[in-house]
């Protein structure tokens, strides 16, 4: 009986007590002219005090991007001609979504650890209200994902994450060159047969620099002066290609 | 892999990356197409960069400010050789800024309608396919003619245009009109290019020659010439209240652009009047059945996602 007692609590601490402690290549993206995707490193080690469990360990990392509305729109045939018909918006959709995983995703977290936590891609979607006139608003959500995926910005990576003698952990994710700026969440979950035992969260800041900086912010705070300089730029580009050409014909 | 990450470029407002080198490229073919037949391009030009993935609003309004580039550029060389009656640009001006400013009005009304897609697209094809064959027809009669008997064909004619009051002098053009009919076009063209995105040269054009009867010669340095303007308020508007314009896509696009309208006007000039207007027939007719088949074939993806609250 005390035997029992001892190892139920033992499991209880060592549930608790492991803890992730999380490296990142780079917790910075920095968009520049010539950005064409970055990818990032994360690697990381289990910290605990208590033996290994006998179960084996479980990793799944979620990296996500700036979340927004959406409306989306499907096409039909009238009069012979394919138009928008019905759209659906959607609440909140991420601009990327990448999750990676150590073994199969079903195998690696349960449903309901899922459904808590909002890890996999159809979960990471969020749609609240449809309109009552259309009858499979679950067919919006899915081509949202299907078109990402296509673009990948959405991903899932089974078996991506590797685990060595349940302590250390590495994967890579690939971001595409079509970043949005913004704070990308970073969640790493520690499972055991499905079931969340520990959970790390972090940011990598996506952020452009430079010139790209000093453009955007100039189109967004001095409109006027931004458009006045679009129109110099293109007349004084169309002026010297006149210009040279009148060179060369000369010459 | 080194040379493809140099020529790969991040614009700041599009939000994607791009290969410089396909932008120039594109840039250039429709420069050349712009200088040739006095069209801004951009009924070419703008389907070209949603193909590419650049977003549908920075397409439109960065368009309108690369149009700006290669149109300055053409009318340059055109006025060169005399080939622009600034009168009758100016009057055409005066009708497009009042169409511009309608446009808009129009424009907006019909996005809260929903449905502005695919009315701009069924714009798109019922104007350059109505244009497209009229002038097609109209061009392949003229060379008849002239194989037949020699003389060029006399365009000059007087029907219901020169009946009207309000008549002014337009030198250049060798005619004697009312400002009525102008004004109209210009209008016109204006409504059009702030709902369609484009320069509005392709109805333009047409217009200038067979409503006002204006010689060919003129037409092209003439519709340049209002089309820099017309471009240039649309760009302005797109930057104060849309924020759509990339002034890095329009950098590249214009590079290449007016490289193109210079090279453009000259070849024009090897040309003769008749074959430059099949010519762009065939290209009108071509860009409206790639758009009308658009229409007609079932989509391989029937979703689309778009910005919220833009329906």
């Known amino acids: 009986m005390r035997f029992l007692a001892l190892c139920l609590s033992l499991i209880a601490t060592s549930l608790a007590s492991e803890e992730v402690v999380l490296g990142l290549s780079q917790d910075q993206v920095a968009i520049t002219t010539n950005f064409d995707g970055s990818e990032i490193l994360l690697f990381g080690a289990v910290k605990r005090e208590a033996p290994i469990p006998e179960e084996p360990l479980d990793v799944v990392i979620a990296v996500s ?16 001609i394919w138009v928008n018909t019905d759209a659906v918006e959607i609440d909140a959709a991420p601009s990327f979504y990448a999750v990676a995983t150590s073994a199969p995703f079903t195998e690696a977290i349960s449903n309901v650890e899922d459904q808590r936590h909002k890890v996999s891609i159809p979960r990471a979607i969020r749609s609240v209200g ?3 006139d259309v009858e499979d608003a679950q067919a919006f959500s899915e081509a949202v994902i299907r078109i990402r995926t296509a673009e990948g910005a959405y991903q899932l990576h089974e078996n991506a994450v590797q685990v060595d003698q349940q302590t250390l952990f590495r994967t890579s994710i690939k971001m595409p060159a079509n970043l949005t700026e913004g704070d990308y969440p970073t969640r790493i979950f520690l499972t055991r047969n499905g079931q969340v035992v520990s959970q790390f969260e972090t940011m ?40 040279a050409f009148q060179v060369l014909r000369r010459n | 892999m080194a040379l493809s990450k140099i020529m790969q470029i991040y614009l700041p407002i599009a939000e994607v990356s791009v290969n410089a080198f396909l932008l120039l490229g594109l840039g250039g073919m429709v420069g050349i197409l712009s200088g040739m037949f006095g069209v801004g391009g951009g009924f ?15 397409a439109v309004a960065t368009e309108a400010n690369q149009i700006v580039a290669s149109s300055f550029s053409g009318v340059l060389a055109h006025l060169k050789r005399k080939t622009v009656d600034l009168k009758m640009g100016t009057v055409l001006l005066t009708g497009g800024l009042i169409g511009a400013a309608l446009g808009v009005v129009v424009f907006n009304y019909l996005k809260s309608q929903g449905q502005v897609d695919l009315l701009v697209r069924l714009c798109y094809v019922v104007f350059l396919g109505v244009i497209g064959s009229l002038m097609f027809v109209e061009s392949l009669n003229a060379i008849r003619k ?33 400002v009525i009919p102008p004004v109209m076009v210009g209008i016109l063209v204006g409504i059009l290019s702030a709902i369609m995105g484009v320069g509005g040269g392709f109805i333009m054009v047409p217009a200038m020659i067979y409503l006002l009867g204006m010689p060919t010669k003129v037409v092209v340095g003439t519709s340049l010439f209002q089309i820099i303007f017309v471009t240039g308020f649309t760009t302005l508007l797109h930057a104060t209240t849309n924020y759509t314009v990339d002034i890095a896509l329009a950098v590249l696009l214009l590079v ?8 453009g006007t000259r070849l024009g000039t090897y040309l003769k009047a008749e ?37």
Request: glycine residues 10%; aromatic residues 8%; charged residues 15%.
């Open chain 1, 65 to 80: 991007g700036p979340s927004g509305p959406l409306t989306v729109r499907r096409k039909e045939r009238k009069f012979g």
């Open chain 1, 130 to 132: 449809a309109p009552m």
């Open chain 1, 204 to 243: 990598i800041n996506v952020n452009k620099v430079g010139l790209e900086r000093w453009l955007f912010d100039l189109s967004r705070n001095q409109p006027l002066i931004y458009g006045l300089m679009s129109l110099a730029i293109a007349i004084a580009a169309g002026w010297l290609a006149s210009a």
């Open chain 2, 44 to 58: 070419l030009m703008t389907p070209l960069l949603f193909f590419i993935g650049i977003p549908p609003a920075v």
């Open chain 2, 146 to 178: 002239s194989r037949n008997n020699a003389a060029p064909a006399k365009r000059k004619k007087h029907n219901w245009v020169h009946g009207l009051p309000l008549k002014m002098r337009f030198r250049v053009s060798g005619l004697y009109i009312s």
């Open chain 2, 256 to 263: 290449g652009g007016v490289i193109g309208a210079q090279i």
């Open chain 2, 275 to 311: 074959q430059l207007r099949i010519l762009l027939a065939l290209l009108v007719m071509l860009v409206c059945g790639k758009l009308a088949l658009d229409l007609l074939i079932e989509p391989s993806e029937l979703f689309s996602i778009g910005a919220a609250g833009g329906h």
